[in-house]
């Protein structure tokens, strides 16, 4: 997941460097099986203002499979590091990365922090194992993803999605 929320922090850091402060991402949802790995596993990523409850696949029979996996990060955060040259600023006499490279609250070697930015949207990843894969694997167009976010009694949203094909030779 660190990678998934550093790849959106990059593109948000990206967007602020040109023109200022970016608008935010719309809700974002992505269901797939992940590359060279488990092919009876459904991975699903989404980013939505509420927090992710359920995650179900839902068989054409209507039989549920729930998320064997579901977590929601409330606010992703990444903080970009600054490195300091490690040869002296001419004419300086001393030597800023040997300075830097000891100060035991640096987090990186010779690098301090220069810029937090915390995402405004929550970030959730599920994983769906498949109840049946020889039988998705036939008839994977007929079932569907049922996905459950909010903050029950209050407001709530179901959103439902196509199931991602199977792997090639999975």
Do not use: H
């Not at 200022?20 to 699903?44: E, M």
């Not at 977590?71 to 300086?92: A, D, L």
């Not at 220069?114 to 599920?126: E, G, N, S």
């Amino acid at each position: 997941m660190r990678g998934f929320v550093s790849l959106l922090m990059f593109g948000v850091l990206a967007a602020c460097a040109d023109s200022g402060l970016p608008a935010l991402p719309g809700d974002q949802i992505q269901a797939g099986f992940p590359p060279g790995g488990v092919v009876d596993v459904i991975q699903i990523n989404a980013i939505n203002r509420l927090p992710l409850r359920t995650a179900e696949l839902i068989a054409p029979d209507g039989q549920a499979t729930p998320a064997s996996y579901l977590t929601v990060n409330p606010s992703p955060s990444v903080t970009s590091y600054q490195q300091f040259p490690s040869r002296p600023y001419p004419g300086s006499g001393f030597d800023v990365g040997a300075i830097t490279a000891a100060a035991p609250t640096a987090p990186l070697t010779g690098a301090a922090p220069q810029q937090r930015v915390t995402f405004l949207k929550m970030v959730a990843r599920a994983s769906i194992p498949l109840p049946d894969p020889v039988e998705y694997r036939r008839d994977w167009q007929n079932y569907r993803i049922r996905l459950s976010f909010g903050n029950p009694p209050g407001e709530t949203e179901i959103q439902e999605l196509a199931a991602p094909e199977p792997p090639l030779g999975g």
